[in-house]
């Protein structure tokens, strides 16, 4: 069945099962959260069955909101390859969980058994894993300039409407007087 996931449809039986070797299962259940944002990243995950959710939990909102869903992970997906790659972001910077209404089956490659396995034995998977990881890196680079972007316009807004609101109130108390 890993045969399936596009990224090791080519590969050879032996690759396949040497991966499978070094992969641990993870079992979510719905809504529960595969990693959240912030944490330490040591980790990647190979999505075998269920759907995942990407959150956005940014806390620059004043007023409480449901987290905004930036991605959906479905079977074949790699989910938070970012992690292997300590050098360019140590930490999770969106949190993952799951959707439901089913369970969730995944297989994670740590960190460790990436590097000094798949590194030096498997290059090509190494590069093009990496490759997928600065790409979504990109990715949430521009998201995060996005909700940085948001954060200076909700911001000019609650500055407009707190100065208008200050503005009425001195008013008011000027005709009380």
Not at 39 to 49: D, G, N, R, W
Not at 51 to 73: N, V
């Amino acid at each position: 069945w890993i045969g399936d996931l596009d990224i090791f449809r080519n590969m050879d039986e032996n690759f396949r099962s040497h991966l499978l070797s070094m992969c641990h299962p993870v079992l979510l259940h719905p809504d529960e959260f595969l990693f959240r944002s912030k944490e330490s990243a040591t980790a990647m995950y190979f999505l075998i069955k269920g759907e995942l959710m990407m959150l956005d939990e940014t806390e620059f909102e004043l007023e409480p909101r449901d987290p905004k869903i930036i991605a959906r992970y479905r079977r074949g997906d790699l989910v938070g390859e970012v992690g292997l790659f300590p050098d360019t972001c140590p930490f999770r910077t969106h949190s993952v969980k799951c959707k439901g209404p089913a369970p969730a089956e995944l297989l994670e490659l740590r960190r460790s058994d990436f590097h000094l396995t798949i590194k030096p034995l498997y290059p090509d998977i190494y590069q093009t894993i990496k490759d997928l990881a600065m790409a979504r890196m990109v990715f949430q680079d521009n998201a995060a300039k996005a909700c940085l972007t948001n954060l200076a316009i909700v911001s000019k807004r609650r500055t407009v409407a707190l100065r208008r609101a200050r503005d009425n109130l001195i008013a008011t108390k000027r005709r009380v007087q």
